[in-house]
T-cell receptor
């Protein structure tokens, strides 16, 4: 089966600019996660979708970050305006949902904010 | 709130030695515990998943144990190889939410 697809792989922007990341989960996976991984740390959950509904966005900085999952398939994570501390790898993961909670990750999108 | 700790943060062993990686979690009400491998610049690759009802899980040279009562999981890698060099992360799952440790960076020297 095809894996979790993410793009772009790398992005360099100036602070206060905007950026968007895209994720296409494994076909049939109802649950989609966006994680932020800062160098040397474990992934931190930003937002979790179940189909096209938000399950958890408690750690999403809503003043600058937004995410959507239209039609319950692919998803977009946007940052506007970006800050220096947003430099990180943004990881998308998916799972079947329900009792099946094996996480499958994409390769990630590395963001550098200058 | 679940907290996951991995100690040590880094580990270096000569090729052929067995690796022992530790993962501690504070809330024993977990659904499962998953071990991942992360290579530099890459995403996370799932290695083993232990359901809360299981005590251990094995795949090839990898063996993971789970002791919910003490809040610990251990990943054993037998006869380490240079290709095992990577960062290993554990994640505790409760109600579909995953809490990750910061990982243990492993270097296996030839």
């Amino acid at each position: 089966e095809a894996g979790v697809a993410q793009s772009p792989r790398y992005k360099i922007i100036e602070k206060r600019q905007s950026v968007a990341f895209w994720c296409n989960p494994i076909s049939g996976h109802a649950t989609l996660y966006w994680y932020q991984q800062i160098l040397g740390q474990g992934p931190k959950l930003l937002i979790q979708f179940q189909n096209n509904g938000v399950v958890d966005d408690s750690q999403l900085p809503k003043d600058r970050f937004s995410a959507e999952r239209l039609k319950g398939v692919d998803s977009t994570l946007k940052i506007q305006p970006a800050k220096l501390e947003d430099s990180a790898v943004y990881l998308c993961a998916s799972s079947l949902g329900g009792g099946q909670v094996v996480l499958t990750f994409g390769a990630g999108s590395r963001l550098t904010v200058l | 709130k679940q907290e996951v700790t991995q100690i040590p943060a880094a580990l270096s062993v000569p090729e052929g030695e067995n690796l022992v990686l530790n993962c501690s979690f504070t809330d024993s009400a977990i659904y499962n515990l998953q071990w991942f491998r992360q290579d530099p610049g890459k995403g996370l690759t799932s290695l083993l998943l232990i359901q809360s009802s299981q005590r251990e899980q094995t795949s090839g040279r990898l063996n993971a144990s789970l002791d919910k009562s003490s809040g610990r999981s251990t990943l054993y890698i037998a006869a380490s190889q240079p290709g095992d060099s990577a960062t290993y992360l554990c994640a505790a799952s409760s109600w579909g939410k995953f809490q990750f440790g910061a990982g243990t960076q492993v270097v296996v020297t030839p």
